[in-house]
């Protein structure tokens, strides 16, 4: 029944607050980007994303349950423990039973919560046969990606309002380029390929992340750190550095685009032969393709 009250579109925001907390419902969320008057999580296209998801689900799910039983417990002590209702109150100190329960019930919580959890670090950190290897290298203050394979190398800086407008008049869909989020050279990726990202430093500690591929990891120089993703679905997938890093930390975002794989080889193709106008050609006709995916937030 509060499922079928949840799906109904005409509630209000706190409605749809209780309703997003309580059964992730993404229809609020945006894809690969923020959108207006986002709660939950943006959409997961990734099966760890999914799997980060439910656990989060599972997890609210307990504290609801949890609050809700602290809650009628409080009201009813106070109704029932009363100085009207209980003038004399007892001088009860122990009880065993109480006792037992009060320690092997949260145990047992905390068990319910530890096998999700396991599972989860576990598929984390546990990398499939890579299809493609990305190194990812956070300088301040912007992003380059290397392809070792294909011997390729982008650099992607923010995209100031003049060059958003720009891209937009030359024939990027708005809602490829949001504010603060787009750049100048987009990464491309399979779509349903497993991706190795080995993510380094060139000066101090960043962060690479994609909120819709449920990746997040440090970017600390002198060193290598890594992470996977498989992404299912195509369209382009923003993120941010997520490590307080310095003045434009606020400014050095990650644009990740997941096409089929034919379109993945002509671009790394023209961007080896240097070929700038062939790249965004390619770039324009898959943007067109994903538009409307979005509902923008920050144009
Ligand atoms: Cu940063």
Known sequence: MLRKVCSGRNG???????????????????????????????????????????????????????????????????????????????????????????????????????IPSFKLLYAQYTFPPPDVVVKATGNAWNWTHEFPDQGIRIDSVMLQDGEREEAIKSGMPADQVPRTLAVNNEVLVPVNKVVHVLVTSSDVIHSWTIPSFGSKVDAVPGRITATWFKATKEGIYFGQCSELCGKDHAFMPIAIRVVKEPVFNDWA?????????????????????HAGQNKTALR
């Not at 706190?14 to 959409?43: D, H, R, V």
């Not at 193709?269 to 393709?289: H, L, W």
Request: hydrophobic share 50%.
């Open 12 to 114: 209000s925001w706190l409605l749809a607050a209780a309703c997003t907390s309580l059964f992730g419902s993404a229809a609020l969320a945006g894809s690969g980007q923020p959108s207006p008057k986002q709660i939950y999580f943006q959409e997961a296209v990734t099966p760890i994303a999914e799997q980060i998801h439910s656990f989060h689900d599972i997890v609210n799910w307990i504290i609801f349950f949890i609050t809700v039983f602290v809650m009628v417990l409080l009201g009813y002590v106070m109704w029932r423990f009363s100085e009207k209702r209980n003038p004399v109150p007892s001088r009860t100190t122990h009880n065993t039973t109480l006792e037992v329960l009060w320690t092997v019930v949260p145990v047992f919580i905390l068990v319910v919560i530890a």
């Open 269 to 289: 193709k023209a961007v080896k032969d240097r070929n700038r106008n062939r790249v965004r050609e390619i770039i324009r006709q898959v943007a067109k393709e």
